[in-house]
T-cell receptor, first 115, second 110 residues
Framework: DADVTQTPRNRITKTGKRIMLECSQT?????MYWYRQDPGLGLRLIYY???????NKGEISDGYSVSRQAQAKFSLSLESAIPNQTALYFC??????????????FGPGTRLLVL | QKEVEQNSGPLSVPEGAIASLNCTYS??????FFWYRQYSGKSPELIMF????GDKEDGRFTAQLNKASQYVSLLIRDSQPSDSATYLC??????????FGTGTRLLVSP
């Protein structure tokens, strides 16, 4: 079974719709992250959470919100989707600590298309 | 200046050759350095971690770190077509987050 899962894997939506992407993990990690990946732009951090009560904005948080429902669950919402939010979205987790513990483990990704 | 820079490629090498991938970073306080491999349409997966100056070898992969010059490289010996992927460099910038480069696309031709 996958350690980090994302649902849905693919989603097509229309401009203005609210959508939620969900991430669950069985790795027991405290830290969770949401990234988007666009061709030529690499992975860009949207939000991150170091524990259930901790939520932080990343470099591109505008237009997004998150919810950390439990240690194992971290959801990303697009309040009113727009076409330039079309991208591949990844959830990742890591342990608390330094060095190798900072390794981030990625889910399979959600491919989102906003029409 | 971007925090982590990589040549986007593609870097083309013949099967059996050594592929050399480079990454530079701007934060002198960075302590941890990661190389991820990402196949097209798939998620990144860790292949190497290094934190000390010098070389670290794991099978066909060698990571090299030079903190004075602020670069980290990845060598892939005996390159195989299955090594064709995008390689992402990631650096801890001291704020307990990793910053990723945009990746170098590697193509290994049979």
């Amino acid at each position: 079974d996958a350690d980090v899962t994302q649902t849905p894997r693919n989603r097509i939506t229309k401009t203005g719709k609210r959508i939620m992407l969900e991430c669950s993990q069985t790795k027991g990690h405290d830290r969770m992250y949401w990234y988007r990946q666009d061709p030529g732009l690499g992975l860009r951090l949207i939000y991150y959470s170091f524990d259930v009560k901790d939520i932080n904005k990343g470099e591109i948080s505008d237009g997004y919100s998150v919810s950390r429902q439990a240690q194992a669950k971290f959801s990303l919402s697009l309040e009113s989707a727009i076409p330039n939010q079309t991208a591949l979205y990844f959830c990742a987790t890591s342990e608390t600590g330094t060095g190798l513990k900072e390794t981030q483990y990625f889910g399979p990704g959600t491919r989102l298309l906003v029409l | 200046q971007k925090e982590v820079e990589q040549n986007s490629g593609p870097l083309s090498v013949p099967e059996g050759a050594i592929a050399s991938l480079n990454c530079t970073y701007s934060d002198r306080g960075s302590q941890s350095f990661f190389w991820y491999r990402q196949y097209s349409g798939k998620s990144p997966e860790l292949i190497m971690f290094i934190y000390s100056n010098g070389d670290k070898e794991d099978g066909r992969f060698t990571a090299q770190l030079n903190k004075a010059s602020q670069y980290v490289s990845l060598l892939i010996r005996d390159s195989q077509p299955s090594d064709s992927a995008t390689y992402l460099c990631a650096v801890n910038t001291g704020f307990q987050k990793l910053v990723f480069g945009t990746g170098t696309r590697l193509l290994v031709s049979p």
